[in-house]
């Protein structure tokens, strides 16, 4: 990768960071419900963004090819994320919604898993923690489902070919399949240009999120489109 690119794609990150503090610090300009709701979830977004595009710096410089496939996954996921809830309030609270709908699935996991340990045994924090969510779900009017699909979503904003294609490639660098455990010794050499490749479309989705949100903060404010 050519030195001037990584100090372009600097540059754009410390803009970037600029603008989340200085248009969605949410506890100095949320003055309402609906504010504070939007400015929750793209803050949440952007700030993963950020992290992701953290490690993925580092481990381009690490050469660890493992877990840049893992943030340049990860932030194609923001993409994808990004651009439906920016689409509507009604996609924004479905994506807010998914928050409960994993916790219940998180806790009734843990559930399970204590069980097998000792069939047995109550797990009172567990379910205190089912107990509040699903009266959380009831007031918020969530139904009991499965969580919102990255690959349904992917299609819905027109990015599926470009999901399906790094979903793949990057499973094969994060996951342990044959060929990463038999060639794990190898590191970056097993293909040298995969660095560049990982830390190029990084860079492009980071720019991306914040192509999307910036023009939409800039004309809407923290509100959803009318």
């Given at each position: 990768?050519?030195?001037?690119?990584?100090?372009?794609t600097?540059?754009?990150?410390a803009?970037?960071?600029r603008?989340?503090?200085?248009?969605?610090?949410?506890?100095?300009?949320v003055?309402?419900?609906?504010?504070?709701?939007?400015?929750?979830?793209?803050s949440?977004?952007?700030?993963?963004?950020?992290?992701?595009?953290?490690?993925?710096?580092?481990a381009?410089?690490?050469?660890?090819?493992?877990?840049?496939?893992?943030?340049?996954?990860?932030?194609?996921?923001?993409?994808?994320?990004?651009?439906?809830?920016l689409?509507?309030?009604?996609?924004?609270?479905?994506f807010?919604a998914?928050?409960?709908?994993?916790?219940?699935?998180?806790?009734?996991?843990?559930?399970?898993m204590?069980?097998?340990?000792?069939?047995?045994?109550?797990?009172?924090?567990?379910?205190?923690?089912?107990?509040?969510?699903?009266a959380?779900?009831?007031?918020?009017?969530v139904?009991l489902?499965?969580?919102?699909?990255?690959?349904?979503?992917?299609?819905?904003?027109?990015?599926?070919?470009?999901?399906?294609?790094m979903?793949?490639?990057?499973?094969?660098?994060?996951?342990?399949?044959?060929?990463?455990l038999?060639?794990?010794?190898?590191?970056?050499t097993?293909?040298?240009?995969?660095?560049?490749l990982?830390?190029?479309?990084?860079?492009?989705?980071?720019?991306?999120?914040?192509?999307?949100v910036?023009?939409?903060?800039?004309?809407?404010?923290?509100?959803?489109?009318?």
């Amino acid at each position: 990768m050519k030195p001037e690119f990584r100090r372009t794609t600097d540059d754009g990150f410390a803009k970037f960071q600029r603008f989340i503090r200085e248009h969605l610090d949410c506890p100095k300009v949320v003055t309402e419900a609906e504010v504070g709701a939007f400015c929750h979830i793209v803050s949440a977004l952007c700030g993963a963004v950020v992290r992701n595009f953290q490690v993925l710096g580092q481990a381009y410089d690490a050469g660890d090819q493992t877990m840049m496939a893992w943030s340049c996954r990860n932030l194609l996921e923001l993409v994808i994320f990004t651009k439906f809830v920016l689409t509507s309030k009604a996609n924004a609270d479905e994506f807010a919604a998914d928050r409960l709908v994993d916790v219940h699935e998180i806790a009734s996991a843990f559930k399970r898993m204590q069980s097998e340990l000792d069939p047995n045994a109550s797990d009172p924090q567990m379910d205190e923690v089912l107990k509040t969510t699903e009266a959380q779900m009831k007031a918020e009017g969530v139904r009991l489902r499965k969580p919102l699909s990255i690959a349904n979503l992917a299609r819905l904003v027109n990015d599926y070919p470009e999901y399906s294609n790094m979903n793949k490639l990057c499973s094969k660098f994060v996951h342990p399949t044959a060929w990463n455990l038999l060639t794990s010794d190898e590191q970056s050499t097993r293909f040298p240009y995969a660095s560049d490749l990982f830390f190029l479309f990084g860079a492009k989705y980071l720019f991306t999120v914040f192509a999307e949100v910036r023009p939409h903060v800039m004309k809407y404010g923290l509100h959803h489109k009318a």
